[in-house]
Nanobody, 115 residues
Framework: QVQLVESGGGLVQPGGSLRLSCAPL????????MAWYRQAPGSQRELVAG???????NYADSVKGRFTISRDNAKNTVYLQMNSLKPEDSAVYYC?????????WGQGTQVTVSS
């Protein structure tokens, strides 16, 4: 099983920015969809943003206009640029890759928005 490794989480003040990255340790073929999910304590995991192999994107209403998902197909890497962060964005963020054969999850990276 190939691991996905996330980076870029941390503590940021409200209104600040963070950029998350996710890349696999090893090769994954035929990835057709990459996404970021998040899960706050006591809440279900929710889809934050997704991007297809043709770079068609979709976003949760709560992050539209503030977050931007992008991908580098050559590196099999997905990014999440998060601007104008709010305390309610605090959560563990997980990347997700969907390939023809199976899907993969990262281990999660903590994002905390607090003054």
């Amino acid at each position: 099983q190939v691991q996905l490794v996330e980076s870029g989480g941390g503590l940021v003040q409200p209104g600040g920015s963070l950029r998350l990255s996710c890349a696999p340790l090893g090769s994954i073929f035929s990835i057709y969809f990459m996404a970021w999910y998040r899960q706050a304590p006591g809440s279900q995991r929710e889809l934050v943003a997704g991007i297809t192999s043709d770079s068609i994107t979709n976003y949760a209403d709560s992050v539209k206009g503030r977050f931007t998902i992008s991908r580098d197909n050559a590196k099999n890497t997905v990014y999440l640029q998060m601007n104008s962060l709010k305390p309610e964005d605090s959560a563990v963020y997980y990347c997700n890759f969907r390939a023809v054969s199976q899907q993969y999850w990262g281990q999660g990276t903590q994002v905390t928005v607090s003054s």
